[in-house]
C-alpha cells in the first residue's frame, strides 16, 4: 500500500515538474523572446504570438508540427540520462509529458466533453490534465498569467504568489547589472 502511495506521489511531482519546465519556458518566450530573437523567432515565436490571436488555429496542424522542438529536447534529455545512468521510470515519464506539453495544451482548447479518445476528457475532469476554462485565462489580455498549461495546480498558486514578476523583476535586475 505504501508502495503505491509513494508511486503516485512520485508520479505528481513528476507532473508538476513538468508542468513548472514548460510553463517557465512559455513564460520565457511570452515574455522576452521576440519574432526577431535569433533562430527561435521564426520557429516558435511567431507561432506563439499567432496562437495568443486566434486560440483555435493551432488544432489545424499536426501532432509533429506541434511537437517537432518538444521532441528534440525530449530525446538529447533521455541520451544524457541513459549516459549519465540515470534513466529511470520517472525520467520517461518527464520526458513524454514535456514532449507532449503542446498537444496536452492543444486538448486544453477542446472541451473535457468533446476530447477525443474520451479518456482525455476523462483525465481533465479529473484535474490531471489542463481544462479548457482554465487554459482561458491565459487567452485573457495581457496574456500574463496561467503560463503553464499541463494541469490545473500550478497557476493559482504561481499567480498568487506573483511568482512570474517576482521572476521579471530579478530578470531587471540581471540585465541592470550586466550593463553597469
Ligand atoms: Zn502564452
Ligand atoms: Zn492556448
Redesign the pocket.
Known sequence: MMDILAIALKALAVLLVADFITGFFHWLEDSYWSPETPVLGKWIVVPNLA?HKS?QDFLKKSWFESSWDLLIIGIVTLGIAYFTKSLSWEVWMFVILVVNANQI?KW??ITRYTNKPKIIGLLQKMYILQRTEH?GQ??RKPNNSHYC?VTNMLNPILDKLHFWRGMEYLMGLKWLKAKL
Do not use: E, R, V
Request: hydrophobic share 10%.
Open positions: 496562437h486560440g495544451h486544453a482548447h487554459h491565459h487567452h498549461t
